[in-house]
């Protein structure tokens, strides 16, 4: 059976604005189905690292809580620290980076950000999942004890996964610094020392200062090595590389099996909702942003993680793609645009894989909702 994936483009009129709509796309998809009076609610957001401007616009992150709030429910704004060294690595600069972009607690309606992994990353609780590559999974404890979770994610490319949206903003994004490196530990990029030119962009831009530069060529040093593949994006000769075929693959099981343990004592309390615009070609991690490899398109929400992820890549790339941009290949309207972008990432195995272990359907019924004509008086 489909699930329901609920779509609004971002036409708007004098009778309902864009964050009303967006209210009312909420209400559809069924946030009053899963938030009781009282509910401590995760809203899992990606703050934005400082010099990013992909993330989702603040303004559209308080009516989301402002709707929240209508149900009685309890919210605050969460992610966990990033495996990188970055703006966002501890709780006092992830907060600070935040409040900078925008997520100020007076400007999200007296909303609290909680860093869901503590002040280093380390305040995590296990989670047993019994799946064919983990166990257990490690949660950033916040988002664990929470009684709800809104997952809010900006859909977008990225350089392991294909593309990242809702699987990932939840199973990457609670991960504590321990998850996240179990799920990267697999990905350890090798250096083709015939063609490497020693230019020191890899070494320069390495998050885990593993590499580094001997004779003019560079080196890496696996015990340093957080899989992050910053390194592989900065190569101007290809010469870093994955054995993607099988990587890559064990990274998406891992990712969908931490997204089953955030979700696993959230049972019809979980709401996703993924924002397609400014829909970049890397990941909001990146300290800067590069142009959206097609027109914005919309917000879809569901209850449903798997569906809502396949609609947002149709929806994708059902468009144009926008010439001069880091989008070479499949351009045209229903060729596969993050194939283009990650020509060697099959990123459909993330999807295949979460539907192969329970955790939804690929199976979808894309319902729109009509943008609300202009007041008779216009």
Not at 17 to 26: A, H, V, W, Y
Request: glycine share 8%; hydrophobic share 35%; charged share 20%.
């Amino acid at each position: 059976m489909p699930s329901d994936v609920f779509f609004m483009d971002l036409s708007a009129t004098s009778r309902e604005n864009l964050p009303d709509k967006l209210g009312r796309l909420i209400n559809k998809a069924g946030i009053k189905k899963i938030l009781g009076k009282k509910d401590h609610t995760a809203i899992k957001i990606h703050f934005g690292e400082k010099g990013n401007t992909a993330y989702i616009r603040p303004v559209f992150i308080r009516r989301i809580i402002e709707t929240i709030k209508k149900t009685g429910a309890m919210p605050f704004l969460t992610d966990a620290n990033t495996l990188y060294v970055g703006t966002r690595c501890n709780a006092v600069s992830h907060i600070t980076t935040a409040i900078e972009n925008g997520f100020a607690y007076s400007s999200m309606d007296n909303t609290p950000i909680i860093i869901a992994d503590g002040l280093f990353g380390k305040s995590e609780t296990p989670v047993t999942v019994d799946k064919k590559n983990c166990g257990q999974v490690y949660i950033g404890s916040e988002i664990v004890h929470a009684t709800a979770l809104v997952s809010v994610a900006h859909f977008k490319g990225h350089e392991l996964s294909g593309f990242g949206g809702t699987i990932k903003n939840v199973g990457m994004g609670s991960a504590s610094r321990r998850g996240k490196l179990d799920q990267h530990s697999n990905v350890s990029p090798k250096i083709k020392r015939k063609t490497c030119i020693g230019c020191g962009e890899c070494a320069a831009h390495c998050p885990g200062e593993a590499i580094f530069l001997e004779d003019k060529k560079a080196y890496i040093t696996k015990e340093k090595c957080i899989g992050c593949a910053e390194c592989i994006v900065r190569c101007p000769t290809g010469s870093i590389t994955i054995n993607w075929n099988q990587t890559i693959p064990v990274f998406m099981e891992k990712m969908v099996e931490y997204t089953c343990g955030v979700l696993k004592n959230k049972q019809n309390k979980a709401l996703f909702i993924n924002f397609i615009t400014d829909i970049a070609p890397k990941c909001d991690c990146l300290s800067y942003t590069e142009s959206p490899i097609v027109n914005n398109i919309g917000v879809v929400a569901s209850l449903d993680p798997v569906a809502i992820d396949q609609a947002s890549v149709d929806l994708v790339n059902q468009q144009q793609g926008l010439s001069h941009t880091a989008l070479k290949t499949g351009l045209a309207p229903g060729e596969d645009k993050f194939k283009g972008l990650y020509p060697d990432v099959d990123w459909s195995h993330q999807l295949a894989y979460a539907e192969e272990i329970g955790l939804g359907t690929r199976d979808y019924k894309l319902v729109k909702l009509r943008t609300l004509a202009y007041k008779k008086s216009e």
